[in-house]
């Protein structure tokens, strides 16, 4: 017996080992690579839940059960101290229960609780993983799965009511103010609550219209709370995959988001161009919303906004350049100097990074990044930073700057032979800027003849 237990141990060893290497070889291309797709992730979750599963089926008595301790702490929010109904991962690449972090994020908390981090965007995405796992711990052990939340204010989460839903749309309609004021709010609620709200609203015909028709037919800025709401509702109807392509399509919805974006309290700009974050991540909006000259509002909000509406700028910008013809339109209305401008201040360094990592690969750009000396900007931030992916993002950005242009290479080689940062950073940084880094060494080092006759 005691053969047979060692002999189930080293399989099932044998077989965890591998998964560790190929989670391993997955989690490095996530981490390295700039332009990873969602299938990489979908394969670290898919080894993740095998991993799981192979320490649910391990036997009793070979010393590698599963630890209560360990994984109700594991499974339970920080913020509640109770185990996690609704499990979102904020920015930080935490794990919080919902309505919890929610109430933490819209009191205006620029941090994660937990890590102390800043929020790079304050975008909540569900945690299926989690969620299944608790699931199948709450089964192995009979405890009842948690179904039913409440949220902070004790509103209970209810199930779908369609015939509800058509009666509140019904009312934005109505000639009376407050009934429409009334039901944006429940929407707003029943949105947040629940899921399945989510999910069925995309299937009400003219959804979309009939809820954003006060914005539609007056200022949006005359009915600041009505308009909250009613945005708010939006953004949680964003975070239902299925409703992102329609909510793009719809000829009202993307222009009434900047009109928020424009005229709007506080909370709304930061809310409408959190929905408009959400939308740009599907490639068939990056399109629209590129047509819609909504970079024009980014542009200002990321120069001049709230500093949650910066981020979540920043962040559609970065989605929206991933398409060339977006790329041509931010560089036309001077979002380099905008960039370049704010990246001496101590906000948002990495993410303008990678949207003008982005941008370097516009003929455009390269002359107006050579312009701006950007060659000893890019040098201090490597030099002051201690992340490999902002050290990473500025190399990239130096190739595209530097590469065949004299003056850039003399600029590049003054920079390397004081401090040697490419030859560090070709030993030390991820792979991509290793290759980089090199590779601007090679240039340097086949032009250094015509360098040294220039400079004398």
Same mark, same amino acid.
């Given at each position: 017996?005691?053969?047979?237990k060692?002999?189930?141990?080293?399989?099932?060893?044998g077989?965890?080992?591998?998964?560790?290497?190929?989670?391993?070889?997955?989690?490095k291309?996530?981490?390295e690579?700039?332009?990873y797709?969602?299938?990489?992730?979908?394969?670290?979750?898919?080894?993740l839940?095998?991993?799981t599963e192979?320490?649910?089926?391990?036997?009793a008595?070979l010393?590698?059960e599963?630890?209560?301790?360990?994984?109700?702490?594991?499974?339970?929010?920080?913020?509640s101290?109770?185990i996690?109904?609704?499990?979102?991962?904020?920015?930080?690449?935490?794990?919080?229960?919902?309505?919890?972090?929610?109430?933490?994020?819209?009191?205006?908390n620029l941090?994660c609780?937990?890590?102390k981090?800043?929020?790079?965007?304050?975008?909540l995405?569900?945690?299926?993983?989690?969620?299944e796992l608790?699931?199948?711990?709450?089964?192995?052990?009979?405890?009842?799965?948690p179904?039913?939340h409440?949220d902070?204010?004790?509103?209970?989460?209810?199930e779908t009511?369609?015939n509800?839903?058509?009666?509140?749309l019904?009312?934005?309609?109505?000639s009376s103010?407050s009934?429409?004021k009334?039901?944006a709010?429940?929407?707003?609620?029943?949105?947040?609550?629940?899921?399945?709200?989510?999910? =069925?609203?995309c299937?009400?015909p003219?959804?979309?219209?009939?809820?954003?028709?006060p914005?539609?037919e007056?200022k949006?800025e005359?009915?600041?709370?009505?308009?909250?709401?009613?945005?708010?509702?939006?953004?949680?109807?964003?975070?239902?995959d299925?409703?992102?392509?329609?909510?793009?399509?719809?000829?009202?919805?993307?222009?009434?988001?900047?009109?928020?974006?424009?005229?709007?309290?506080?909370?709304?700009?930061?809310?409408?161009t959190?929905?408009?974050?959400?939308?740009?991540?599907?490639?068939s909006n990056k399109l629209?919303?590129?047509?819609?000259?909504?970079h024009?509002?980014?542009?200002?909000?990321?120069?001049?906004?709230?500093p949650?509406?910066?981020?979540?700028a920043?962040?559609t910008?970065?989605?929206?350049?991933?398409?060339?013809?977006?790329?041509?339109?931010?560089?036309?209305?001077g979002?380099?100097? =905008?960039?370049?401008?704010?990246?001496?201040?101590?906000?948002?360094?990495?993410?303008?990074?990678?949207?003008?990592?982005l941008?370097?690969?516009?003929?455009?750009a390269?002359?107006?990044?050579?312009?701006?000396?950007?060659?000893?900007?890019?040098f201090q931030?490597m030099?002051?930073?201690?992340?490999?992916r902002?050290?990473?993002?500025? =190399?990239?950005i130096?190739?595209s700057?530097?590469?065949?242009n004299?003056?850039?290479?003399?600029?590049?080689w003054?920079?390397?032979?004081?401090?040697r940062?490419?030859?560090?950073?070709?030993?030390?940084?991820?792979?991509?800027?290793?290759?980089?880094?090199?590779?601007?060494?090679?240039e340097?080092?086949r032009?250094?003849? =015509?360098?040294?006759?220039?400079?004398t």
């Amino acid at each position: 017996m005691a053969e047979k237990k060692e002999s189930a141990a080293a399989i099932g060893g044998g077989k965890e080992a591998e998964l560790k290497k190929e989670l391993e070889s997955v989690m490095k291309m996530i981490l390295e690579e700039v332009d990873y797709g969602i299938e990489k992730i979908i394969e670290a979750i898919r080894i993740l839940t095998r991993l799981t599963e192979s320490k649910l089926k391990k036997p009793a008595g070979l010393g590698l059960e599963l630890d209560d301790t360990v994984l109700t702490d594991a499974f339970t929010c920080p913020l509640s101290g109770q185990i996690m109904a609704d499990p979102v991962v904020l920015a930080s690449g935490q794990t919080y229960d919902r309505p919890y972090i929610e109430s933490w994020v819209n009191q205006g908390n620029l941090t994660c609780p937990r890590s102390k981090q800043v929020l790079s965007y304050s975008i909540l995405t569900p945690n299926c993983l989690v969620r299944e796992l608790i699931t199948r711990w709450c089964g192995v052990r009979g405890v009842p799965v948690p179904e039913s939340h409440q949220d902070i204010n004790g509103d209970e989460i209810e199930e779908t009511d369609l015939n509800y839903l058509y009666s509140l749309l019904g009312k934005m309609s109505s000639s009376s103010r407050s009934d429409q004021k009334e039901a944006a709010k429940e929407l707003m609620r029943l949105t947040k609550a629940n899921p399945s709200n989510r999910t =069925v609203f995309c299937q009400i015909p003219n959804a979309f219209s009939t809820l954003l028709r006060p914005l539609s037919e007056s200022k949006v800025e005359l009915h600041p709370d009505l308009q909250e709401d009613l945005i708010k509702t939006v953004l949680n109807l964003s975070t239902d995959d299925n409703n992102k392509e329609d909510m793009g399509e719809n000829p009202i919805v993307i222009p009434l988001l900047i009109e928020s974006m424009k005229y709007g309290t506080t909370e709304t700009i930061i809310t409408a161009t959190a929905v408009l974050s959400t939308l740009s991540q599907l490639d068939s909006n990056k399109l629209i919303i590129g047509k819609s000259r909504a970079h024009v509002t980014l542009l200002e909000l990321l120069h001049r906004g709230h500093p949650l509406a910066m981020r979540e700028a920043a962040s559609t910008i970065f989605n929206l350049c991933k398409v060339y013809e977006n790329k041509t339109r931010f560089i036309e209305i001077g979002a380099v100097q =905008v960039i370049l401008h704010i990246i001496n201040g101590p906000m948002l360094v990495d993410e303008l990074l990678g949207i003008l990592a982005l941008l370097s690969t516009h003929p455009n750009a390269i002359g107006q990044l050579r312009e701006a000396h950007t060659v000893h900007y890019l040098f201090q931030i490597m030099r002051g930073s201690y992340s490999k992916r902002t050290k990473e993002k500025c =190399v990239v950005i130096l190739f595209s700057v530097c590469s065949k242009n004299e003056a850039s290479l003399r600029e590049l080689w003054t920079e390397e032979t004081t401090n040697r940062t490419l030859a560090e950073l070709a030993d030390t940084g991820t792979e991509r800027a290793k290759r980089k880094a090199t590779d601007l060494i090679l240039e340097m080092r086949r032009s250094l003849p =015509v360098l040294r006759i220039t400079s004398t």
